[in-house]
């Protein structure tokens, strides 16, 4: 048993020293690289896509609050309630800060968005070549 271990061993040792450079070796472990890149950039995406529309509910919801504290801003001013009116005036003020920063954190997701999936479609065309290669 000991012996075949070894043997075993002393083969595969051998087939490394031997196969170590060649051009299929190394296609194969630059395809499995890609392939493990490929896995990463897909989960990056739905991780992306998770958080836009997260970012999206909450753009939402902030923007019906914005709305009813416009009309409730319109009531109190109307029946000249001031207190109210400012407290709520400047709630809305508060609320449109919070609509623009999300616009702009949407704004920088899409961008990294497209920019994994530039990054996904080339690997799975050097991943294509690759493999074509291989075919050739």
Known sequence: MCLERFFEDLQAE?????????PERL????VLR???????????LVRHDLTAEELDRRL????NLESGLSERIEIYVHVSDKKNAWEHALEL?????EIA???????SY???REFEVAR???LREEITSLLAARSS
Do not use: H, P
Not at 27 to 30: G, I, M, Q, V
Not at 34 to 44: V, Y
Not at 93 to 97: A, E, T
């Open 120 to 122: 996904l479609q080339g």
């Open 60 to 63: 939402v919801n902030l923007k």
């Open 93 to 97: 003020d508060r609320i449109r800060g």
């Open 14 to 22: 051998f087939e490394e020293i031997c196969w170590r450079d060649r």
């Open 34 to 44: 890609l392939r493990n890149q490929t896995k990463s950039c897909e989960s990056a």
């Open 27 to 30: 296609r194969a472990e630059n």
């Open 101 to 107: 920063e999300l616009r702009r954190r949407t704004a």
């Open 110 to 112: 899409a961008r990294i």
